[in-house]
C-alpha cells in the first residue's frame, strides 16, 4: 500500500487520461493512413445522427444514384428506394451487397 497526497493523485489521474487519449487519437490516425476508415464530412454525420437512412447518407456521400448504386451491388433500384424510405430492411445477403458497393460495413448501414 502506498499513501500520496491527493493532489499528486489527481494529477496522476490526468496524466493517464491524457496518454489514453493520445492513444486513441494515434490509433485512429493510423487507421486513416492504412485506409482502415476515413473521416466523414460533418454535415453527413449530422444526417446519420439525426437518424436519417444510412443507405441514403453513404450513396450521396459515395455520389451515386439509386440507379448507379444498383447497378454497381446488383440490387434493384426500387429495392434501394424501399430501404431508403424505410419501407423495407432487405436480406442480409442484399444489405451486405450495398455495403460492399459502397465501401462501408455492414453495421454501417444497419
Known sequence: MVTIPR????RLREAADDLADLRAYD???????AGE???????YA?????????LRVWRELRGLSQVKLGAVSGVN??????IEAGRGKGSVETVRK?????????????
Not at 476508415?37 to 454535415?43: G, M, N, Q, T, Y
Not at 449530422?46 to 444510412?54: D, H, N, Q, T, V
Not at 433500384?77 to 424501399?82: L, N, P, T
Not at 458497393?101 to 453495421?107: F, I, M, P, Q
Request: glycine share 6%.
Open 7 to 10: 493532489e499528486e493523485y489527481d
Open 27 to 33: 490509433g485512429a490516425k493510423a487507421a486513416l493512413a
Open 37 to 43: 476508415d476515413e473521416l466523414v464530412p460533418a454535415d
Open 46 to 54: 449530422k444526417r446519420l445522427i439525426a437518424g436519417e437512412s444510412p
Open 77 to 82: 433500384r426500387v429495392q434501394i428506394a424501399d
Open 98 to 110: 450495398l455495403a460492399d458497393a459502397l465501401g462501408v460495413r455492414v453495421d454501417d448501414l444497419v
